[in-house]
């Protein structure tokens, strides 16, 4: 059974920081590349940031860029979200995806597997 389970979301205020991990069990997880996304009330799930098998590549969206960096572990078989400098815009609930393919990692229905999300919000 695949299970993708994020942990570390919380309340911090403005400029905090925060980090997301996202462990994995059930797949061969080298073989995934993963990212996360958001999905804020009443929004979209928008793409956050990826990474690529072996953690050479990354890849952001511009609204997180030089505030959020993602990395992984391949032998905890975690993926990680450091989040700093955060904003109140920032706040929605995070979630992580793997994805077995080689889609665009922007796009969420590239993705094989999903996690159950984790609350983050950021308060003015």
């Known amino acids: 059974q695949v299970q993708l389970v994020e942990s570390g979301g919380g309340l911090v205020q403005a400029g905090g920081s925060l980090r997301l991990s996202c462990a994995a069990s059930?797949?061969?997880?080298?073989?995934?590349?993963m990212g996360w996304f958001r999905q804020a009330p009443g929004k979209e799930r928008e793409f956050v940031a990826g990474?690529?098998?072996?953690?050479?590549?990354?890849y952001y969206a511009d609204s997180v860029k030089g505030r959020l960096t993602i990395s992984r572990d391949n032998v905890k078989n975690t993926v990680f979200l450091q989040m700093r400098s955060l904003k109140p815009d920032d706040t929605a609930v995070y979630y992580c995806?793997?994805?077995?393919?080689?889609?665009?990692?922007?796009?969420?229905?590239?993705?094989?597997?999903w996690g159950q999300g984790t609350q983050v919000t950021v308060s003015s």
């Open positions: 995806g793997a994805n077995g393919g080689w889609g665009y990692l922007k796009n969420s229905q590239e993705y094989d597997y």
């Open positions: 059930g797949i061969d997880f080298i073989r995934y590349r």
């Open positions: 990474i690529d098998w072996r953690g050479r590549n990354t």
